[in-house]
């Protein structure tokens, strides 16, 4: 069964660092983008950025560049969203999800991940 | 970024009733389009792909259309395990941009 398990929730302190995890299983981890997507409590989806796990190409909104770090072990079939200082506003859930890589228009997600909520709060 | 617009934000319907919601893209994006449902505590679900594509395994009461900037996605019957948040989202370039999601009520 194709799927991507995702870490637990967390709760943090502001000022904190974290790293949450999403491993993907049963296809090849190497040949799909695997994507981060943040939705803020009662708030709607926000395209975080996107990781190649076969040669660590990534590729980030605007909106989260210098905010978060992507990255991937492709050894252990498994993608990382990382902060170095988390913040009260960081308080959302994280889904990751999978995208082919067929420079066309199937290049959608197809699968998610459960998701991970993230707590920052003093 | 391109921007995604749905129309309704939300509706109510019935049991029964077909239902149309649409997306708008602030530029072309020919059929770089998927749509996704979620319910309530629960993770995205993926619908459609290339604007009209059904994923694996999605009933076909769901179908997509549209080109360009205009796209509609459409449920034929509403059902009680259909009420739910819509998106739309460009797979067209990077930042792949959502619409704000259309919440599905029951009248």
């Known amino acids: 069964e194709v799927q991507l398990v995702q870490s637990g929730a967390e709760v943090k302190k502001p000022g904190e660092s974290l790293k949450i995890s999403c491993k993907g299983s049963g296809y090849s981890f190497t040949s799909y983008w695997i994507g981060w997507v943040r939705q803020m409590p009662g708030k709607g989806l926000e395209w975080m950025g996107i990781i190649y796990p076969g040669d660590s190409d990534t590729r980030y909104s605007p909106s989260f560049q210098g905010q978060v770090t992507i990255s991937a072990d492709k050894s252990i079939s498994t993608a990382y969203l990382q902060w170095s200082s988390l913040k009260a506003s960081d308080t959302a859930m994280y889904y990751c999800?999978?995208?082919?890589?067929?420079?066309?228009?199937?290049?959608?997600?197809?699968?998610w991940g459960q998701g991970t909520m993230v707590t920052v709060s003093s | 970024d391109i921007q995604m617009t749905q129309s309704p934000s939300s509706l109510s319907a019935s049991v029964g009733d077909r239902v149309t919601i649409t997306c708008r893209a602030s530029?072309?994006?020919?059929?770089?389009l998927a749509w996704f449902q979620q319910k309530p505590g629960k993770a995205p679900k993926s619908l459609i792909y290339?604007?009209?594509s059904l994923q694996s395994g999605v009933p076909s009461k769901f179908s997509g259309s549209g080109s360009g900037t205009d796209f509609t996605l459409t449920i034929s019957s509403l059902q009680p395990e259909d009420f739910a948040t819509y998106y739309c989202q460009q797979v067209y370039t990077y930042p792949r941009t959502f619409g704000q999601g259309t919440k599905v009520e029951i009248k």
């Open positions: 290339a604007a009209s």
């Open positions: 999800a999978r995208q082919n890589d067929k420079a066309a228009a199937s290049d959608a997600f197809d699968i």
């Open positions: 530029q072309g994006i020919s059929n770089y």
